[in-house]
Structures are given as structure tokens and as C-alpha cells.
């Protein structure tokens, strides 16, 4: 029988372990903590949220921690997602970074939260697409994290239903149909084109390039606004001057945001 009742101390430590650790905000979600792990509880022998909240944080196991977070987080993303931010990428952004980076032919683009993968594939569709002949000549490898190893692992496999809003000739051009079924795979020249990388995005963003494009969507809506502020912030100073932030229609930024608003949910760091 499902566990139903968890207590308010249990509660309250598990929700400021998470928001600690992954800046997740569960604080007015009791039902759906409730709901989605007294299964896993009982999977796994428990009869109290008690036991169970005190050993997972004591323990911090990386295998329980990707399972409660996958029962708590929604991974669910599609191909040509918000497609207003694909094309303000391929009409307005593509051709800015092509024209600033004409000597070193590099482009620095990260898709932070990436879930099974669709957005960097996306991403990097559009811009084979853009460059065509000369794609060969750039790096435009697309740097794709998320915190969750089984997202990452999906992403890294590359095989999906494609939906009808695809372009029929990316589909022809850019996958490869999988046996005896309705999905496809990934071609190579795509897939070699992302690099997948776990990363928790509480953590100090380090990595060794400023980027033009930071794709951050459908991400925040999980974080309370003082996560968000600093997030923010963290992903400002990882932009080079003159790079673009990409958040979801669902989401906003603070009044005080340093960022120029360019395009609805489309935003620029000042020169």
C-alpha cells in the first residue's frame, strides 16, 4: 500500500536538502512529493517518509538522488519546441554570431538542461542548416548538460518519434529510421556535432569558453526567484558581451535583470 503522510519535520528537511543541493523549490508541492515517491519507498522496503528522508541525505547515494529527482522533475522536451526561439535563432542570432566570428569560425553555444536531448540536436540542425556548404570550415560543437545521468543517457542514445512539425527533409537529411518501429536515430553528422556533459546548475560555471547562446528553457520554472536571480546572474557573466539568453515563454526574468530584451523570452547581454 502507497505511503500517504509524511511528516512536517521530514517534510521541511527534505525540501531544504533539495533546494540545497540542486535549487529545486518543492516547498508548496507536498502533494506531489507525496504522491510520486511512496512508490519508490515502497519499492525499496521503506515504511515511513522518516527513514527514508534521513538515510537519503545522510547517504547522499547518487543512484537514490537520480531517482528521486527523476519522480520529482518533469524531463519532458520535443523537437521544433517554442519554434519562435528557432527562428529568431536562424533569422536574427545565426546571422550576428556568423558575421563576429569570421576569423576564428568557432561558435560557443550551451544548451543548460538539455533532457533527452532534442534542443541540442535542434539547435545544431539549424545551424548545419544555416552555414551548408561551409560547416565543415566551423566549430560549432553545442555543449548540452543536465543533471540527470538517465536524461543524459536518452540524449546520448538519440533515438525519438519525430513530430510532424519537422521539416520532411531534416528528417530525410539529419536521421536515420530505426528498424521495425516509428522512431529514428540521430544521424552522425549531428550527433558528433553535441557534447553531453552532467552538470548541476548551482554549481560555478567554469567551463573554458564564454558562450554566445545560452538555451535555458522550461528549466527555472522549478527554481523560487532568489535561485533564479543568482542563476541568472551566473549564466550573465558566462555570456560573452553581445550573447543571448534563450528562456521559455513560461518563464520570466526579475525587473532588474541586467539583460536587453530582444524578442519575447529572447534576451541580450550588453555589448
Known sequence: MPLTNISNEDFNKLVKFIHGQ????????????????????????????????????????????????????????FFMREQEHFDFFQNTILPDLVKRHQKD???????????SGEEPYNISIYI???????????????LATDISQKALAAAKRGV???????????????????PGGKQYMV??????????????????????????????????????????????????DALVPGGYFMISHSENLSKDSPFTTVAPSTFQKQR
Open 22 to 77: 540542486y535549487g529545486i523549490d518543492l516547498s508548496q508541492k507536498r502533494q506531489l512529493v507525496t504522491s510520486r515517491l511512496s512508490s519508490l519507498l515502497t519499492q525499496k522496503g521503506y515504511t515511513d517518509f522518516g527513514s527514508f528522508v534521513s538515510d537519503l541525505i545522510r547517504r547522499q547515494d547518487p543512484a537514490d538522488l537520480e531517482l528521486v529527482l527523476n519522480r520529482l522533475t518533469t524531463n519532458y522536451t
Open 105 to 115: 569560425k568557432v561558435l560557443a553555444i550551451w544548451s543548460a538542461g538539455c533532457s
Open 128 to 142: 548545419k542548416e544555416f552555414l551548408g556548404v561551409q560547416a565543415n570550415q566551423w566549430d560549432t560543437r553545442v
Open 160 to 178: 525519438y518519434e519525430l513530430p510532424d512539425t519537422l521539416p520532411p527533409a531534416w528528417r530525410k537529411k539529419y536521421f536515420r529510421p530505426v
Open 187 to 236: 544521424a552522425p553528422i549531428i550527433r558528433d556535432n553535441v557534447i553531453f556533459q552532467t552538470f548541476n546548475l548551482m554549481d560555478p560555471i567554469r567551463f573554458r569558453l564564454k558562450f554566445d547562446v545560452i538555451f535555458c528553457r522550461n528549466v527555472m520554472i522549478y527554481f523560487d526567484q532568489p535561485t533564479k536571480d543568482a542563476l541568472m546572474r551566473r549564466f550573465y
